[in-house]
């Protein structure tokens, strides 16, 4: 007899027990792996996020850097930003010739700028040399002021998760020589890169803000950074190379006479002449340099002195052939130039005839040629006339006094820096009045569109001094916005 075995009442269901935990298992790991990818999925998301956040916030404080830096540029000299507020370098020729390579313009170096810590740079920044920082020049009693300090300046917004205030970015600026380039070269073949020759400098921004920390060391940060480069240039066009330059096709007194009495004095130098006249049309035949030196009596000759015999000569050729110089001659330049430019930069705008006896409506500024630039006091200004000006009385001034329409001058009125009779090119400057630094004097008229050169009319009068000084008068052409060339944005594959 064959016996059947027999499966246990209760084996089915263990069977399907196994079964179900494998299925359990199987279930449980594959919504591990789920909320695990979901879990990387959403950090990823929450780094991209932030990243995307804090490139934003570096680029923004990037930029706020550049807008600082083109306004602070007015009235300070680009050899005191190479040099930094000391005014002095490293004179080791490795330094030298590292600071005329495209790094040594990074405010900070990327690597370090990557892992700082933006709320307190101070440690890491500890042995970083000061060329380059915007400051106002160092002078006879100490170092410049920093404008724009090597620690940057910080962005701040309020704290979303508590009181107070958090450091949202930090701005760096450092100013850098276009050293290797033929227009640098042209006027400093040395190629110090410590010392401005063509005009242009090269200012870069760098904007830095904090993303998540990253690493297993505590304070380790991978940081946003951006950075744009802008190139300035500051037009030497007005520098001008003689005390009275007169630009015209024909010069008229203003007055009686274009020269009166045997008293004034018109200083030049061992290389700028008394008077330089720019001739604005030469196929006429008319030479308007003679016609000044016609009207000089023999008596006045010793009252022009400077360069030259006579110390009255014309440079059209040279201002011709100056690259900057030569938009003297360029009638929309000039017009743009007095009409547009000068009311948007000027500290004070006044409009309509003006009559100043004794006082001015607003203040002239003050600069003393016998002190450094830089030194405490000195406060040039740049005034802008739009009309007819009567000065009269004791009234001092310094810096950049542009005038449209016809400036007479007496009294004891005392001006040290750069005066533009530019439009109706009518002066008459008389009295016990001295001017240090230099006298520009041009017609200019625009008719229904067209722009035209005028007669100059010039009249100088007994006992008035104008002499050439060239601090005086670069003084005044620093308080002329720099121009910004071109910008553009650095990052480490781009930068040579």
């Known amino acids: 007899m064959i016996?059947?075995?027999?499966?246990?009442?209760?084996?089915?269901?263990?069977?399907?027990?196994?079964?179900?935990?494998l299925i359990a298992l199987v279930a449980l790991f594959v919504f591990s792996i789920i909320g695990l990818y979901l879990a990387l999925i959403a950090t990823a998301e929450v780094r991209i996020s932030d990243n995307f956040e804090s490139y934003h916030r570096a680029r923004s404080a990037a930029l706020a850097g550049l807008s600082h830096a083109r306004a602070l540029l007015k009235g300070i000299r680009f050899d005191d930003l190479l040099q930094g507020p000391d005014g002095t370098h490293d004179a080791n020729p490795a330094y030298i010739a590292s600071a005329k390579s495209h790094a040594f313009r990074m405010p900070l170096s990327w690597s370090l700028a990557r892992m700082l810590n933006i709320a307190d740079p101070a440690g890491a920044l500890l042995g970083v040399p000061d060329d380059g920082v915007i400051n106002t020049g160092r002078h006879a009693a100490g170092n410049g002021l920093s404008l724009i300090p090597l620690g940057g300046i910080s962005h701040v917004a309020a704290n979303p998760n508590g009181p107070g205030m958090l450091i949202t970015g930090r701005y760096f600026v450092k100013v850098a020589d276009n050293s290797g380039e033929p227009s640098e070269l042209a006027s400093d073949p040395a190629d110090d890169p410590f010392v401005d020759g063509d005009g242009q400098i090269v200012l870069?921004?760098?904007?830095?803000?904090?993303?998540?920390?990253?690493g297993p060391q505590a304070g380790m940060h991978s940081n946003s950074v951006v950075v744009y480069e802008a190139r300035f240039k500051r037009f030497s066009t007005f520098a001008l190379d003689a005390p009275v330059v007169v630009?015209?096709?024909?010069?008229?007194?203003?007055?009686?006479?274009?020269?009166?009495?045997?008293?004034?004095l018109i200083q030049g130098g061992p290389d700028a002449p008394g008077i330089a006249v720019i001739d604005t049309s030469i196929q006429d035949g008319v030479e308007p340099a003679q016609e000044i030196l016609s009207r000089l009596g023999q008596n006045q000759t010793a009252c022009v002195q400077g360069a030259g015999s006579p110390p009255i000569r014309d440079i059209t050729p040279a201002i011709a052939a100056h690259s900057d110089k030569r938009l003297l001659l360029d009638e929309a330049s000039s017009w743009r130039f007095v009409r547009q430019s000068v009311p948007q930069f000027a500290d004070s705008a006044l409009l309509g005839p003006q009559t100043w006896i004794g006082v001015s409506p607003v203040p002239l500024g003050s600069y003393d040629p016998a002190l450094s630039p830089a030194s405490p006091?000195?406060?040039?200004?740049?005034?802008y006339v739009d009309g007819d000006l009567f000065v009269d009385g004791d009234l001092v001034g310094g810096g950049l006094l542009v005038v449209t329409g016809k400036a007479t001058i007496?009294?004891?009125?005392?001006f040290n820096g750069l005066i533009l009779v530019l439009g109706a090119g009518e002066l008459d400057i008389r009295g016990w009045s001295t001017v240090s630094g230099a006298i520009f004097l041009a017609g200019l008229s625009n008719v229904n569109g067209n722009l035209s050169w005028g007669t100059a009319k010039l009249s100088i009068g007994e006992n008035c001094r104008i002499r050439f000084d060239r601090?005086?008068?670069?003084?005044?052409?620093?308080?002329?916005?720099?121009?910004?060339?071109?910008?553009?944005?650095?990052?480490?594959?781009?930068?040579?």
Do not use: K, W, Y
């Not at 870069?204 to 904090?210: E, K, L, P």
């Not at 010069?251 to 008293?263: K, L, M, R």
């Not at 006091?377 to 005034?383: E, I, S």
């Open 377 to 383: 006091g000195q406060d040039p200004r740049v005034t």
């Open 471 to 496: 601090e005086a008068i670069q003084a005044a052409v620093n308080l002329i916005p720099a121009v910004q060339l071109g910008c553009r944005e650095i990052t480490p594959i781009i930068d040579p």
């Open 204 to 214: 870069r921004s760098m904007g830095i803000a904090q993303t998540l920390a990253v």
């Open 3 to 21: 016996s059947t075995a027999q499966t246990p009442a209760g084996g089915h269901h263990v069977h399907q027990q196994g079964t179900a935990l």
């Open 410 to 414: 007496q009294g004891h009125f005392n």
């Open 247 to 264: 630009q015209s096709s024909a010069v008229e007194p203003a007055s009686a006479d274009i020269f009166s009495g045997s008293t004034f």
